[in-house]
């Protein structure tokens, strides 16, 4: 297995999310967490001429997806940063002291195949030292999930169902 380098994920791409919720967003907000609310509310507010920066951003992102698609058949990344924080937790402080929303650090990496469209599949790959899973993403060529799926289930196939049952 070999690194890549992949295209930085979106600024702006908050103005690409409020028009599929925008029905929900306003007549059960409830349904959203405060922070999801409070990004989608703000892309509402996005001006015409950011948006259509952003939309041009995400189509040189997905180009530069494709271009790295064509040399490699899959890329595994890890699925979210983190394991699992404690109910209610807003933040995280990584070790060189920045402090990230958990909502942000939670589909930072995701983010990619969200924007760009390339399908994902996360797989159980084990679990940190408190027993939280770990999961690992597969990206693929688009219309490839054929291709995901059969790479995540013969992985799966590698691992023992025991070591990733959840821990009672």
């Known amino acids: 297995m070999e690194p890549i380098r992949v295209p930085a994920a979106l600024n702006g791409v908050v103005g690409l999310k409020p028009t599929y919720h925008q029905d929900s967003l306003r007549t059960v907000p409830e349904l959203y967490q405060a922070d999801v609310r409070i990004l989608l509310e703000a892309g509402e507010l996005m001006p015409a001429g950011d948006y259509l ?17 064509e040399e490699v058949d899959v890329i595994a ?3 979210v940063p983190m394991t699992a924080v404690k109910a209610g937790q807003e933040t995280t402080t990584w070790p060189g002291g920045t402090v990230e929303s958990v909502s942000d ?13 390339v399908p994902a599949l996360s797989v159980p790959v084990g679990h940190d030292t408190a027993g939280l899973p770990i999961g690992m993403q597969l990206l693929g060529r688009p219309l490839g999930e054929r291709t995901l799926l059969r790479i995540g289930h013969a992985y799966e196939q590698t691992r023992p169902a025991r070591a990733l049952a959840p821990v009672a």
Do not use: K
């Open 77 to 79: 990344a890890p699925t």
């Open 53 to 69: 920066r952003a939309q041009r951003s995400r189509t040189m992102m997905q180009q530069g997806w494709a271009r790295i698609l």
């Open 105 to 117: 650090a939670y589909v930072r990496l995701s983010a990619p195949a969200n924007i760009t469209g």
